[in-house]
C-alpha cells in the first residue's frame, strides 16, 4: 500500500490504469480535501491497458485515423467522428500542461514526444478517397498544418521505409501532420498514481481484489478487498465509486446490482503485434503511418506502423492483429466470459453473435493467420522488412460493449460509455477505444454526469476552467481559441506545433 489508508472514503477508485489515475488527480485538484483510495488486482499500477506495450492508442487524436472518417452515399467525407476525437485530445494536453506547470509532472519528456502522423494508401480507388479526405479535413481549422502528397520522392522523404522496395506501377497517396504525437500511458499513469498518492488522504493498494461492491442503507457503498498474498478481507465504505478496472469492469458493474446496468455483456478482443526493436531500423523511421482497413473490416482492423517511444527506448509496432480470448484482462481468467452471463445479458449476446458474423469469421481468420501471412502484411508498409528483426509482442485485453437494445435485442459498440446508478454514487467506464487517449474527456464526464452539484461558480468550475481553459467552449467551432490552446499546451509539453495551412495542389483540386 502507499499512502495513508482509511475506512471510511470520498471516492473509491477500482483499479489502477490511466482513467482511475487521471480521474483520482483531477478530483483532487478541485477538492482538496476529498479522501480518495484506489484498489488493484495486480502488484503494480499501468499492469493492464494502460501499459504501453498492451495500449494501441498512444496519443491518437484522429488524425491519421481512417475508420474515424467514412465516405458517405453521395461520396463526400463525413469528419465530424475524427473532429470530436481531435478535440478530446485537446482536454488531455491542458490537462497535463496543467499538471506540468504547478510540478506535479517534472518533465513531459517522460511520457509524451512530437511524432508526425500520417494516413498512406495505394491503389487508385484508395488514392482517391485520401485526396477527398485531405481535401475535407484541411479545410478545417483543427487540422491545420496537415500535407499531402503523392509524389513518390516526397512520401519517402517522409517515411523512407514505406517507400524503399516497392512496386512503381501502383499509384499511393499520404497525408502528414507533425504536431502529432506519441504517448507512454504506462509511464503517465505511473506518475499520476505517485502525485495522488503524494497528497493527504489518498492511498493506493495493491494486491487488492474486489469481491464484492454493496450498496448500504445511508447511500454509501460497502467493497469487500481481499489481499491476494494473505487471503485476508477488508471493507471500507464509500460516497462516490468509480469501476474503472478495463475489461475488469463490466463483473465489477454487476456485482454493484444498480439497474443501469441490466443487460451489458462484454465481447472480449486480444491483440498481437510485431514488434523491431533494431536501433538500425528504428531510426530511418519516424511516424505513426496508418493504412485503410479493408472493406468489411471492423475498426480494430486498421493497419499501422507506429514509432513508439517507451521507458526511452525507440521501437517500431506494427498490426494490429487481433483474436478471441474469452479473457477479460491479459492476466485474467479463461473463465471470464462465461461468468459474465447473466439472464438479463444472454439475448443481447445471442443477437450480436447473429448481427456479427463478419466479425466473427474476422477474427477465426486471424487465430488461424500463418506467420508468412502476417509478414505479408508488413510487406505491405514495410517492402524490405527482414523476418529476423521482428517479433510478437502480445497486447492487453479489449473488451467491446454489448448493450441492450429494444429493436435488435443488442447492439455491439467500439467505443467507449458511462454506465451509471442513477443516484450518481457510482459509475463504470465500459468499451475500449479511442480510450486512453481521451482520457481527459471521460474523467470530466465523470465530473458532469456525477457531480454536476459541484460543477457550479461557487464550487468546483473556475478551478476546472483554470486546469482545461477550454472548458465550455467548442474548439470545433471556435479557431483562434483553438490555435491558442494548441501553442501553449505545445511549448509547455515540448511538442511541435506548426500552424501552417497548405493547399492541394492545383493539378489535384478538380
Known sequence: MQGTSNSELDVALIGAGIMSATLGVLLKELEPSLTIQMFEVLEDCAQESSDAWNNAGTGHAANCEMNYTPERPD?????????????????????????????????????????PHMSFVHGADNVAFLRKRFKAMSAHHCYEGMEYSEDRK???DWVPLVMEGRSGDDPVAATRIVTGTDVDYGSLTHLLVAHLVNQSGCAVRYKSCVTEIVREPDGHWRIDVRD?????????????????????ALPLLQKSGIPEGRGYAGFPVSGIWLRCDDPEINKRHHAKVYGKAAV?????SVPHLDTRVI??????????????SSKFLKHGSLLDLFESVRPANVEPLLAVARDNFDLTEYLIGQLLQSENRRLATL????PNADPKDWRLQVAGQRVQ?????????????????????????LVALLGASPGASTAAFIAIGVLEKCFSGELTASAWLPKLKQIIPSYGVSLIEDADLCRQIRAVTAEVL?????????????????
Not at 491476494?228 to 475488469?248: C, H, N, P, Q
Not at 521507458?311 to 478471441?324: C, V
Not at 460493449?401 to 454514487?425: C, M, N, Q, W, Y
Open 228 to 248: 491476494t498474498d494473505s487471503g485476508e478481507t477488508r471493507s471500507v465504505r464509500a460516497k462516490f465509486v468509480f469501476i474503472g478496472a478495463g475489461g475488469g
Open 75 to 115: 461520396g463526400s467525407i463525413d469528419i465530424s467522428k475524427a473532429l470530436q476525437v481531435n478535440v478530446e485530445f485537446d482536454l488531455s494536453r491542458q490537462f497535463w500542461s496543467h499538471l506540468v506547470g504547478r510540478g506535479a509532472i517534472a518533465d513531459p519528456r517522460t511520457f509524451i514526444h512530437p511524432v
Open 154 to 156: 516526397k512520401i519517402a
Open 296 to 300: 468489411g473490416s471492423p475498426p480494430m
Open 379 to 382: 510487406d505491405e508498409y514495410f
Open 401 to 425: 460493449i454489448i448493450k441492450p437494445d429494444v429493436k435488435r435485442g443488442g447492439l455491439l459498440e467500439f467505443g467507449t460509455e458511462l454506465v451509471g446508478a442513477a443516484d450518481h454514487s
Open 494 to 510: 515540448k511538442v511541435d506545433n506548426i500552424p501552417a495551412t497548405p493547399v492541394l495542389p492545383a493539378a489535384k483540386r478538380a
Open 311 to 324: 521507458g526511452g527506448q525507440h521501437s517500431l509496432l506494427f498490426g494490429p492483429y487481433a483474436g478471441f
